[in-house]
């Protein structure tokens, strides 16, 4: 209630301000980006500059070769000016730039601000995202791995603790403590990591005892926060995983900022973030809540609803996704112009593999198309996976590029496949029968891929950082086999949650920390080193290597990242999926059930043939297919042959 109360008070004293500007002496705080590329596809640059009356700049010069300025757009805010910028000729180096600003007394200043042209690595056509070939990891920096030298106290920083204790505080995990440990994702089998965001959170513990460990309240969009490192530690990160054959995914969020972003306390534009008519409906009063604060019904489905009310649609994307996370309006162009070069910035500053776009349907639609295309457009062979939180696949499907269930094209290339989630949380504690329940779940959701424009583009997972683990409390590990067994031989991208590969547990009953968990020697002190072998349990090392074995050898198999896909329905309680690629099978059989079952070879007479014995991919053992299999309980098998 303290931060709302506060909120309340920065947003009328922002209003006072637009409407009040004073004439002083100019100095530029910032400008963003903080430096630029040459040889992009689109040569047009945005620069936010920042600083105490910039806005009444006379006139803004450069007289560097090949860039000329277009225009200069002054918001609001007496204290931001848009330059805009076209630097299509230009090469690399450093320009400078020349302010005419007029101080308190009408006297002319004039002063210079030197900015750096990059040269591009590559062009982008040659930057590769993530697909189907690959297996990402997804993990919390926080929680993951605590590098040498860590800083506990970062000087600088807001009010914040560091206690390993305390589920909801910052527990000291940082970026140097994943790249120590880039050489475990290479034994385990995965391709790519996705990162939880990065990017500074400078917001100061509240009285609850919770903090921004998590990333999603972004307070600067072009700085690594200090507790987990620096720019060029996330650069290096990227270097190492890449030349060890990883890719690295990069969270992002447009839909909110953190509440201490300088655009909370000093808005450019009356409508940067989505205010909701608070200021008007408050009165100034210190207590916003009812009517004059507007949160998310966190209900998407408006978003696509052709019959929904306009209520309902503001609601859901103009409302704020929780009190200290200001909303911002994609609806205004030039914040979007802004965003969207935060994320060329990333990929050609550091390198990144992919974006994974948060709370994706929350944002203006409009606005988050003409994003994916400009990315596109850069970066054709690029992915972007958007968290799109509806258990539907007909609303999945429509987020996608190209989808003929939207009006509108989206430009998404990838969505997250939150229907296999949901069926696959709910037949884990059913038995498989003859019509609805159990594996028939997963079943049923999979004949609706006709609905996608491209199913080789749907993300598919079982748990992550929003969620339950699979395993809630429990330990069963004949499900979860079941699980990935299934996860990692159907036609989608598989992610993976850090832990899984060693049962860890947890719910998220008390708190969100209970399934974002320190990873086992991931920090000084810990007794339990699930890093190495010699480290884990008996428990953690057969998981570890079962799903190893099954990573390895799905890295690269034509058969599962090009094959066709049969199902069967679920017979006599077993389900059967085929992939087939240039004469070549890979046959995953599963019991849901917790009884012995026979499997009646038959009646996969068209994916069998004439074939008499096939390999488990997951034991080594060969199999007689040439008669009935005998299944035990809850038994997973993928047959190569």
């Known amino acids: 209630m ?30 963003e980006p903080t430096d630029w590329f040459v040889g992009m596809k689109n040569p047009s640059v945005q620069l936010m500059v920042y600083g105490k009356g910039i806005r009444d700049a006379e006139a803004v010069t450069t007289d560097y070769p090949g860039v000329t300025i277009d225009s200069l757009v002054r918001l609001d805010s007496p204290n931001y000016l848009l330059v805009y910028l076209n630097v299509k000729g230009a090469e690399a180096g450093t320009m400078t730039l020349k302010f005419d ?34 297996v990402l990891y997804m993990l ?12 506990p106290q970062v000087k600088g920083m807001r009010a914040y603790k560091e206690d390993r204790t305390q589920p909801s505080l910052r527990h000291g995990g940082d970026l140097n403590g994943i790249r120590e440990h880039l050489d475990y994702f290479k034994e385990l089998g995965v391709t790519a990591l996705w990162l939880t965001p990065v990017l500074e959170n400078d917001s100061p513990d509240d009285e609850r005892g919770y903090s921004t460990y998590h990333g999603y309240a972004t307070t600067n969009y ?85 019959y929904a009310s306009k209520v309902d649609l503001k609601e859901t994307v103009d409302g704020w996704f929780v009190p200290t996370m200001p909303d911002l309006n994609q609806k205004n162009p030039h914040l ?105 779940r997963l079943y049923n959701s999979f004949v609706y891929d006709y609905l996608y424009a491209d199913p080789t583009h749907v993300m598919a997972f079982i748990d992550n950082h929003d969620t339950d683990r699979f395993l809630g409390n429990g330990r069963d590990s004949l499900m979860l086999k079941q699980a990935l067994a299934l996860l990692m031989t159907v036609r ?8 899984t ?27 339990h080193n699930a890093f190495t072998r010699e480290g884990r349990t008996k428990a953690e090392q057969q998981m570890f290597s079962w799903l190893s074995r099954l990573l390895h050898w799905r890295k690269g198999n034509q058969v599962i990242t090009k094959g066709t896909m049969t199902q069967f329905i679920p017979f006599n309680g077993i389900y059967v999926i085929a992939r087939q690629y240039k004469g070549k099978t890979a046959m995953t059989v599963l019991n849901g059930t917790t009884k012995p079952a026979k499997m009646d070879v038959k009646r996969y007479q068209e994916v069998l043939g004439d074939t008499k014995k096939a390999k488990d991919v997951l034991t080594g053992r060969y199999f007689d297919v040439s008669k009935d299999l005998q299944l035990k309980p809850r038994q997973s098998l993928i047959l190569e042959f």
């Open 101 to 134: 600003v007029k101080n308190a007394k009408g006297k002319l200043q004039k002063f210079t601000v030197p900015y750096v042209l990059k040269q591009r690595e590559m062009d982008g056509k040659k930057r590769k995202g993530f697909d189907i070939s690959d």
């Open 2 to 31: 303290k931060r709302i109360i506060l909120l309340t008070a920065i947003l009328m004293a922002n209003v006072m301000t637009m409407s009040a500007a004073k004439k002083s002496t100019t100095v530029i705080d910032r400008i």
């Open 222 to 306: 072009y700085r690594v926060d200090p507790r987990f490192g620096t720019n060029d530690d996330y650069r290096r990160l990227c270097d190492e995983a890449h030349k060890k054959g990883l890719k690295v995914v990069m969270d992002m969020i447009f839909n909110h900022s953190g509440f201490e972003h300088p655009w909370t306390s000093d808005m450019p534009t009356k409508d940067w973030l989505n205010l909701n008519d608070w200021l008007k409906e408050s009165k100034g009063t210190s207590n916003p809540t009812g009517t004059s604060f507007l949160q998310t019904s966190y209900k998407l489905t408006p978003v696509k609803d052709p």
């Open 501 to 527: 590969e060693i049962m860890m547990s947890g719910t998220k009953e008390v708190t969100d920390g209970h399934v974002r968990k320190d990873f086992p020697g991931g920090f000084p002190g810990d007794d």
């Open 336 to 440: 979007m112009t802004y965003l969207i070069q935060n994320s060329k910035w990333w990929i050609e500053t550091v390198g990144i593999d992919g974006i994974r776009m948060d709370t994706y349907p929350y944002a203006d639609a409009k606005g988050m198309a003409r994003w994916m295309k400009e990315l596109d457009e850069e970066y054709p062979n690029f992915n972007t996976v958007g968290e799109t939180w509806v258990t539907e696949p007909a609303y999945t499907a429509a987020w996608q590029k190209g989808s003929k269930l939207s009006k509108d094209n989206s430009y998404l290339k990838t969505v997250m496949d939150f229907a296999f989630f949901d069926r696959l949380s709910l037949a884990k504690n059913e038995e498989t029968d003859a019509w609805w329940n159990g594996l028939n």
């Open 140 to 151: 919390m920096p926080d929680r993951f791995a605590q590098g040498a030298g860590h800083n």
């Open 492 to 499: 989608r991208i598989p992610q993976l949650y850090y832990g």
